[in-house]
């Protein structure tokens, strides 16, 4: 039976147990918590990737349902369309070259991330956050570099891309070392074939919910940074065989599901309203492994390039009842603007040092009005400068670079051949109405040409320029690895 409770009238008032009148303990309770945020970073997906964004063959339901209940940015930019580079930028807020990264680290690469670097998982430590990472580093193989020694409380997954193996078709020329996957600093599993790669997505998933159940009562940052769909492709037998557009599709689905597991552990542990989830890829698809490659939708070429199909990549933001549900922006971003956002968000300070990012956490909360990028983004491949834009306005550099263009693409996990020697003229695009690339109105607009030729004249005195043999005034060092050790 339920106990009455007990009112009191005194002088006509109403009187009531001082359990209801002070209905909670701790105050601090009440306090909103500094919100969780998830980022998935796929490897070589491109912009046609998602069902969302028009993939045929399978679904991605999970991702779009993402896009469905957030915001789908249409015109987010890596900062350079390659691995260790693309991932330097998300660490820091930085444009790689400005801290001395370039391209796709070896395992035997003479420099790594500069420790001096304070990276976003070392910021949201600093503010009391957990952080964790399942998947893919790249910015170092050795244990001074590894993600415990950059912010991270745990980690779980391989260091470098895993085609960096014994297995690799030019293994003889580069002399790759065993792939092992990494639990902390320490070597747990060998990858020898694709059957033990076939596993990776399900390792990391199911490590990226038990760091959810392990961090349910405090605020947490967690980074998914899925080896896959880079080749080598291999998936489990859940879903082999599962697509119509063969591994490729098969490699998705799993993904999209590793995707679903995650956002139904936040619900179930009753953090879905208290957590930003941002989705997207390092750089565009590697379009010369054909069937075994994504799709850059639209958009022109493919990894290595800086034309759009290298660099613009998906990006979808999910934090239900703070980001704006069933929305597409048009508005310019790039990897370098994550860093700043978050941190705002989180509450957490800029880094000491110099960073490029801008935050935009204005335009992720539903106000259109910022435009966090109107001024410029640079288009670097390695420390050459080959393309800046201010708004919808591309302008392209003369310079010698990858097609894809000229030669049919691979198939089965083969690769075609690719081109390295194109020489592109100088050329500007108005990407608002040619995404492609194709239609160069450079005669029409000499005024652009002239805006966007200082923009790049400020480039190369910032960071430099190996096309006009520039030494930038403002870039750091990387850290130097000892290979002995």
């Not at 779980?156 to 193996?165: I, L």
């Not at 379009?287 to 800086?306: C, I, M, P, Q, V």
């Not at 390295?420 to 995404?435: F, I, M, S, V």
């Amino acid at each position: 039976m339920l106990k009455r409770l007990r009112i009191v009238l005194f002088r006509g008032l109403i009187l009531l147990p001082a359990a209801m009148i002070f209905s909670s303990a701790n105050p601090e309770k009440e306090k909103p918590q500094k919100p969780n945020v998830i980022v998935f970073f796929l490897d070589d997906m491109g912009y046609g990737d998602l069902s969302v964004t028009g993939a045929l063959g399978y679904r991605t339901p999970n991702i779009d349902r993402m896009a469905a209940e957030g915001t789908r940015f249409t015109n987010f930019m890596s900062a350079q369309a390659v691995c260790s580079a693309s991932r330097a930028a998300i660490m820091t807020g930085c444009y790689p070259n400005r801290i001395g990264i370039f391209g796709a680290l070896g395992p035997t690469s003479p420099i790594a991330l500069n420790n001096d670097e304070e990276t976003i998982a070392e910021l949201l430590k600093e503010r009391g956050y957990a952080t964790g990472i399942f998947g893919k580093w790249h910015l170092g193989s050795k244990e001074p570099y590894l993600p415990l020694q950059n912010g991270f409380d745990e980690y779980f997954g391989v260091p470098y891309s895993h085609d960096m193996w014994p297995l690799h078709p030019n293994q003889v020329k580069a002399n790759y070392p065993s792939l092992f996957l990494i639990d902390g600093n320490k070597k747990v599993k060998e990858v020898k074939n694709l059957e033990d790669a076939s596993t990776i997505t399900t390792s990391i998933t199911e490590r990226a919910v038990g760091f959810i159940q392990k961090h349910k009562n405090e605020s947490f940052f967690m980074y998914v940074p899925h080896p896959l769909p880079h080749v080598p492709l291999a998936v489990s037998s859940k879903f082999k065989g599962k697509s119509e557009r063969g591994l490729f599709g098969d490699v998705m689905m799993e993904i999209d599901w590793s995707v679903g597991e995650i956002l139904k552990e936040l619900k179930k542990q009753g953090l879905d309203k208290n957590t930003l989830v941002l989705f997207t890829s390092d750089n565009g698809p590697w379009l010369n492994y054909g069937d075994h490659a994504g799709s850059s939708g639209a958009f022109r070429e493919g990894k290595g390039t800086s034309f759009e199909g290298g660099q613009r990549v998906p990006l979808i933001a999910r934090w239900p009842g703070v980001v704006p549900e069933g929305r597409v922006s048009g508005k310019l971003l790039s990897t370098i603007d994550i860093l700043p956002t978050v941190a705002t968000l989180c509450g957490a300070r800029m880094p000491k040092n110099r960073i490029d990012g801008v935050e935009w956490t204005a335009l992720l909360k539903g106000d259109d009005a910022q435009n966090p990028r109107e001024t410029f983004l640079y288009y670097y491949r390695k420390n050459s400068l080959e393309a800046v834009r201010k708004g919808n306005w591309k302008l392209v550099f003369p310079h010698p670079g990858r097609t894809y263009e000229t030669s049919s693409p691979g198939y089965g996990g083969a690769p075609g051949p690719v081109s390295e020697e194109k020489n592109y003229p100088a050329a500007l695009y108005n990407l608002e109405r040619d995404p492609g690339e194709r239609y160069d109105v450079s005669s029409q607009f000499p005024d652009i040409v002239s805006t966007l030729s200082k923009i790049g004249d400020a480039a190369r005195e910032d960071l430099g320029d190996d096309l006009q043999n520039r030494v930038g005034k403002n870039v750091r060092a990387a850290g130097k690895v000892n290979l002995d050790k």
